[in-house]
């Protein structure tokens, strides 16, 4: 089987931070945040599917000139075919970057070795990760997966998406605080944009009282490299 893919955008600067990379979105994820920007990428199937060999078709000819190719989702790691994807990319002579929430902590652990960068979401306390999925056990799989990130060796940004109703000003700052304790050095946080999101009450309540930037003031001599988007 191959990888199910619900869209592609060929040539992004901002997906993989420093690099000239196309980003595959993989179909499929197991979660349901209420802010998600790609809630056509949460079913397992879609109509709009981009067949996997139109892709290496794609990448074939942006040899040279792309340095790598994002995986992001949609959850990529859902997918058992996301290995044999990863090689094939690599056997192109890209690099390979990932986008996850952690959500299949095994299977992570088996990718990693194929991947160059990865971005993973920490969306909430881990303990409070429900409210942001609306999946019991998510925290438990987001932990197990930073710890593999962190474990692997591989180049990574560890990124929280902050909306004022969902995440206040010190829920972001004892996440921070948290996270540097478990040895992140490489950490983002980036303001909810409403752009793609379908959740009504979240949209209409995006307003915050202080710029994040004030919140990121706090907590950035925690980490290595630090940045707040948005
Ligand atoms: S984990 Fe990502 S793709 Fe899945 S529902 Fe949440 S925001 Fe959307």
């Known amino acids: 089987m191959t990888l199910r893919v619900g869209g592609m955008t060929p040539l992004s600067t901002t997906d993989w931070p420093g690099m000239l990379a196309a980003v595959v979105f993989c179909q499929g994820c197991p979660w349901r945040c209420g802010y998600c920007h790609n809630p056509g990428l949460i079913p397992a199937r879609s109509d709009s599917e981009i067949p996997w060999e139109e892709v290496l078709a794609f990448l074939h000819r942006r040899q040279?000139?792309?340095d790598g190719v994002v995986f992001s989702g949609g959850e990529p790691t859902l997918q058992a075919s996301l290995v044999d994807a990863m090689r094939e990319v690599r056997a192109l002579g890209f690099?390979?970057?990932?986008?996850?929430g952690g959500a299949y902590p095994q299977h992570l652990a088996t990718v990693l070795?194929?991947?160059d960068w990865v971005g993973l979401d920490v969306k909430a306390p881990f303990a409070d990760y429900a409210r942001i999925t609306g999946v019991p056990g998510s925290g438990e799989r987001a932990l197990a997966g930073l710890q593999q990130?962190?474990?692997?060796?591989?180049?990574?940004?560890?990124?929280?998406?902050?909306h004022p109703?969902?995440?206040?000003?010190?829920?972001?700052?004892d996440l921070a605080r948290d996270l540097a304790a478990r040895g992140v050095k490489h950490y983002a946080?980036?303001?909810?944009?409403?752009?793609?999101?379908?959740d009504d009450f979240l949209n209409q309540h995006a307003t915050r009282t202080q710029p994040l930037q004030s919140?990121?003031?706090?907590?950035?001599?925690?980490?290595?490299?630090?940045?707040v988007r948005g």
């Open 95 to 100: 690099k390979v970057g990932l986008h996850t």
């Open 189 to 198: 946080i980036q303001a909810f944009r409403s752009q793609g999101c379908q």
């Open 215 to 227: 919140v990121g003031a706090a907590v950035a001599d925690l980490f290595e490299d630090f940045t």
């Open 113 to 115: 070795p194929l991947v």
């Open 64 to 66: 040279g000139l792309l």
């Open 165 to 173: 109703t969902l995440l206040n000003d010190g829920a972001v700052t």
């Open 149 to 162: 990130v962190l474990e692997s060796g591989v180049a990574y940004e560890i990124r929280t998406t902050v």
